[in-house]
Structures are given as C-alpha cells and as structure tokens.
C-alpha cells in the first residue's frame, strides 16, 4: 500500500471555475487507486467539486480512480440521508 499526496495545477478552471492548484490524498493498494477526501463538514455543492476533482486527476493522469472516500465528523444538510444517498449514488 502507498500512501501520497499530488498537487496538479489546474489551468483552465475546470475544478474550481478558476485556475488554481488541486490537492489530493490518495492511497494505491493492489493497484487500486483511492481518493481520500479530509474535510471539517460537507454540504451537497461540496459533492460535484468532489467528482469534478476524481474526473479531472484521471484525465490528466491517464488512470482510472476505483473509489472515492470522505471523511467528516459533520454532514451540513438539512437532509443527512439524501446526502449520504447522493454520494453512494456517485461510486
């Protein structure tokens, strides 16, 4: 298993809607690529950011990321349960 950290530049705005650097926090293990996720608490919008980062690290990589985990002590929602749904729905 190895764990890093990468920071791609995204110049054309793709993630954020402006250019800027992204950050990830991934695990390799059995050749399986997992994205880590770390945030203090999550809202819905938080979730497209999240797909937009998977889908751009795979293009510019050229690799396929096998899952996506986030981790939060607190869901910001007035719905937990349809976010929670929102995500899985994402795999």
């Avoid at 920071?7 to 954020?16: A, T, W």
């Avoid at 809202?43 to 986030?70: A, H, M, P, Q, T």
Wanted: proline share 3%; charged share 35%.
């Amino acid at each position: 298993m190895v764990v890093s950290k990468e920071l791609l530049y995204d110049k054309n705005g793709e993630v954020y809607g402006e250019p800027s650097d992204v950050e990830y926090d991934l695990i390799v293990k059995d050749g399986n690529i997992i994205m880590i996720e770390i945030t203090s608490a999550i809202k819905r919008g938080d979730l497209s950011v999240i797909k937009k980062k998977k889908e751009f690290y795979e293009k510019n990589r050229n690799v396929k990321i096998s899952r996506v985990i986030v981790v939060t002590p607190f869901i910001h929602d007035k719905y937990p349960g349809k976010l929670k749904a929102m995500g899985k729905d994402m795999e």
